[in-house]
């Protein structure tokens, strides 16, 4: 349970560096496509989230290990 919340909380700090710097790999960008359609993907303020796991999209894109929780990636 610890660790799950470690890896986590490691993921979210390392997804928002990336997406302040630029970072897109191709699988990303893939990633990215893919949920600049959806139909959960909102606008809050100046970003864009998806309203079913309240992610900051052009972060959690960039982290190889995290999923998609409608399953589209």
């Known amino acids: 349970m610890v660790r799950k919340l470690f890896t986590k909380i490691r993921n ?13 790999s191709d699988e990303s960008k893939r990633r990215l496509d893919i949920c600049n359609s959806c139909e959960h993907n909102v606008k809050y303020m100046d ?10 999209i052009k972060s959690k894109v960039t982290i190889e290990s995290e999923k998609c929780l409608m399953n589209k990636w």
Do not use: E, P, S, V
Not at 12 to 24: A, P, V
Not at 47 to 56: A, E, G, K, S
């Open 47 to 56: 970003t864009r989230i998806c309203d079913q796991c309240y992610c900051i």
């Open 12 to 24: 979210i700090i390392l997804g928002n560096f990336r997406n302040l710097t630029g970072y897109q």
